[in-house]
């Protein structure tokens, strides 16, 4: 990983860490204490900011284009494993967003808010100041609302998509050129 070229901000005396097999976009931003486990995909646009909290994310989890992850002073804002935060999702202060869990394209998390392992949040909505999604729910709207389950297929079809992302962060250096 060419850490020259990406955008990795030390603040303060909070330094990132970022596991190996990590892509990370030119034009995301990465700034204070954030830990990125194995195999971690952080798309174009992408800020994660541990300027004041801690932002841990585990492994083969991906941050699509234009996230924002923040984490208040002096908490911590955790990512399961293979956990998929949708295009231009907020992700703020949560406590926690359990394995496999799949926050929709453009929804928001909240301090405090869990959701539960293989929950899935739908475009567009918000999991309030702490409120729960339950493991393998699927929540929609404003506030997010439970209206289904998770079943196997679904699993396994998110399984697919999740493993895109992980190729994504394992071969993407080698696949793209800057031409301009």
């Known amino acids: 990983m060419d850490k020259n070229i990406m955008a ?14 990590c892509y990370i976009a030119e034009s995301a931003e990465i700034i204070g204490d ?11 646009g992408a800020i994660v900011r541990g300027d004041y909290g801690t932002i841990i994310i585990g492994e083969n989890s991906a941050v699509e284009e234009g996230v924002i992850m923040h984490a208040r002073r002096g908490e911590v804002c955790t990512v ?11 992700i703020h202060n949560v406590l926690k ?13 909240s301090d405090y808010a869990v959701v539960g392992e293989w929950a899935v949040t739908g475009e ?16 929609v709207g404003v ?8 079943d196997d297929a679904l699993r396994e079809k998110w399984m697919n998509s999740k493993r895109i992302y992980v190729d994504l962060a394992h071969n993407n250096r080698q696949r793209l050129r800057r031409i301009g």
């Open 124 to 139: 567009g909505s918000v999991v309030p100041n702490r409120h729960e999604i339950p493991a393998g729910a699927i929540a």
């Open 143 to 150: 506030p997010a609302h439970v209206i289904g389950h998770v």
């Open 97 to 109: 967003i359990h394995d496999y869990a799949v926050i929709g394209m453009n929804s928001v998390v």
């Open 8 to 21: 990795i901000f030390q603040y303060e005396d909070r330094v990132p860490l970022v596991s190996e097999h």
């Open 80 to 90: 399961g494993n293979w956990v998929t935060l949708g295009h231009g999702a907020v």
């Open 34 to 44: 954030v830990r990125l486990g194995q195999g971690c995909y952080v798309g174009p």
